[in-house]
C-alpha cells in the first residue's frame, strides 16, 4: 500500500473516532453556546489533521512494510468491503 493511500485510511479512521466521540459526550456538550460547540469542533479536527500529518510526514520514508505494520496496528484495510474500515 502506498504511504499517500495509508494516511487516507488513517485520516478517516481518526476523523471517525472524533465525530463518535463528539456523539457520546454530546450530552455534556449541549450546555456549551453554539461558538464553544463550533470551537471544539476546529480544536479536534485540528487535532485529527495534526496527527494524519505527522503519519503523512513519516510515511514519505517509509518502506512499505513499516506503512503496512501501522495499518495492521490499526486495523485497517484499503478493501471497502472489510468491515473494520466501517
Given at each position: 500500500?502506498?504511504?499517500?493511500?495509508?494516511?487516507?485510511?488513517?485520516?478517516?479512521?481518526?476523523?471517525?473516532?472524533?465525530?463518535?466521540?463528539?456523539v457520546r459526550l454530546q450530552k455534556k456538550f449541549s450546555r456549551l453556546s453554539d461558538a464553544e460547540r463550533?470551537?471544539?469542533?476546529?480544536?479536534?479536527?485540528?487535532?485529527?489533521?495534526?496527527?494524519?500529518?505527522?503519519?503523512?510526514?513519516?510515511?514519505?520514508?517509509?518502506?512499505?512494510?513499516?506503512?503496512?505494520?501501522?495499518?495492521?496496528?490499526?486495523?485497517?484495510?484499503?478493501?471497502?468491503?472489510?468491515?473494520?474500515?466501517?
Amino acid at each position: 500500500m502506498s504511504g499517500q493511500a495509508a494516511v487516507e485510511l488513517l485520516r478517516a479512521y481518526f476523523e471517525r473516532v472524533r465525530s463518535a466521540e463528539l456523539v457520546r459526550l454530546q450530552k455534556k456538550f449541549s450546555r456549551l453556546s453554539d461558538a464553544e460547540r463550533h470551537e471544539v469542533d476546529a480544536i479536534t479536527a485540528g487535532m485529527v489533521e495534526a496527527l494524519a500529518s505527522r503519519f503523512q510526514d513519516g510515511f514519505t520514508r517509509a518502506s512499505e512494510p513499516h506503512v503496512d505494520a501501522v495499518m495492521n496496528l490499526f486495523r485497517l484495510s484499503n478493501n471497502p468491503d472489510d468491515p473494520s474500515v466501517r
